[in-house]
């Protein structure tokens, strides 16, 4: 095993009959952050997202609640929010 580390992680929980979509990066099928910039990395998570809410056939329209965290500083909310 080495240095390798596991993590528990799930994507999704339903918890009386809410959805709740934590952790959502800009993760590719091969688990590598996809895009250079803020605004590529924003549309791959809400790629993601969609394809979440495809599998429970909802839209984006049954969203209440999105929280957004931006690491780097340098990255400006006008970036996420143009998306």
Do not use: C, H
């Not at 934590?22 to 803020?38: C, M, R, V, Y």
């Amino acid at each position: 095993m080495g240095n390798q580390v596991q993590v528990a992680y799930s994507q999704v929980n339903i918890a009386n009959g809410t959805l709740y979509a934590s952790g959502q990066p800009a993760w590719n099928t091969e688990f590598e952050i996809e895009g250079d910039d803020i605004e590529s990395q924003t549309r791959k998570a809400l790629e993601n997202i969609r394809i979440l809410l495809d599998a429970i056939d909802k839209d984006y329209d049954d969203i209440t609640k999105v929280t957004s965290y931006i690491v780097n500083p340098e990255d400006r909310l006008e970036g996420v929010i143009t998306v």
